[in-house]
């Protein structure tokens, strides 16, 4: 920066200099002792404001790193408490649970395997937690870890509809994918899955029963596919589209817990749509019923 208007200012000055009397028949640069000051003060007085200009540069460069690093510091600590709240409960109960089993040797069968399944239920919901974890410091401090190559995207939301089929059942819905075949994308294939399932679990669990879950795509010029991810389920309240894909913000805290949610799926979805280069937005149906996520992924 400093040198750029040390640049500026002696371009200034050659001109000004050169071009002082537009009455002269001859330019005789530099002929005048009037010259050489003027040359000299402008000289100062660039050199002046650009050491005035690097020490305010600097200064501001400090302080957006100290707000970078305290903001930073500030979500640290919010994930910190967030993380170690979302263990306590499924820990205090594990415990609960094994503790009664100990006490009570003569406790009858069918309870105690009750107990056992509940312990269970627990500590895969702790593996969840730990695993979204994982995704998401890998999108945050290591996204160079994740290789990208030509991916069917296609052949990833099949799976997905396959692998979520009794579930889907379960809740009485439906589902309609209108993926075009064989559309390739470029991107990280264990990202890009987690972005569809992470979808899917996630109207699975809150839109309802007897609800309709609808995929479609479009080219958006040359570079990226739009993609449409949509449910004419129970929706949500519009004041909070836009803090859906916040880490642990759940609609419904005691539901989402009772469900088995980690309250890091969409947080999931979204990081990984940015590695990717793209971008995505959660908006209300056009039916007017239900939710939908509207997002872009580089094209192959």
Not at 158 to 172: G, H, L, M, P, Y
Not at 279 to 285: F, G
Not at 290 to 297: A, I, M
Request: aromatic content about 12%.
């Amino acid at each position: 920066m400093w040198f750029s208007v040390m640049v500026v200012f002696a371009f200034y000055a050659a001109i000004f200099i050169i071009f002082d009397d537009f009455d002269r028949k001859h330019y005789n640069i530099l002929d005048e002792p009037n010259d050489w000051n003027l040359l000299w003060f402008s000289l100062v007085v660039m050199a002046g404001l650009g050491l005035l200009q690097l020490f305010f540069a600097h200064r501001m460069d400090s302080r957006i790193d100290r707000q970078q690093s305290e903001r930073q510091n500030k979500m640290r600590r919010e994930l910190t408490q967030n993380i170690g709240h979302e263990f306590k409960t499924p820990l205090a109960s594990i415990m609960g649970y094994m503790e009664t089993i100990k006490e009570n040797p003569q406790m009858d069968e069918k309870t105690r395997e009750q107990f056992l399944n509940r312990a269970i239920a627990q500590t895969k919901r702790m593996s969840s937690l730990l695993r979204d974890l994982s995704k998401l410091n890998k999108l945050d401090f290591a996204p160079e870890l994740l290789t990208c190559e030509d991916v069917n995207l296609s052949d990833i939301v099949s799976d997905i509809v396959q692998e979520t089929e009794f579930a889907v059942k379960a809740q009485q819905m439906k589902v309609n994918n209108n993926i075009p075949a064989e559309l390739i994308v470029n991107g990280n294939s264990q990202m890009i899955y987690s972005i569809f399932r992470n979808l899917f679990d996630n109207s699975i669990s809150y839109a309802g029963k007897g609800s309709t879950i609808e995929l479609s795509a479009e080219r958006q010029g040359s570079k990226f596919w739009k993609f449409t991810f949509s449910d004419n389920g129970k929706g949500v309240a519009e004041h909070h589209l836009n803090r859906l894909f916040e880490r642990f913000y759940r609609i419904d805290k005691g539901r989402s817990r009772e469900l088995g949610g980690t309250g890091l799926g969409l947080s999931i979805v979204k990081n990984a749509i940015i590695f990717h280069g793209g971008n995505i937005v959660a908006l209300p149906n056009d039916t007017g019923k239900g939710l939908k996520f509207v997002f872009t992924l580089k094209a192959k």
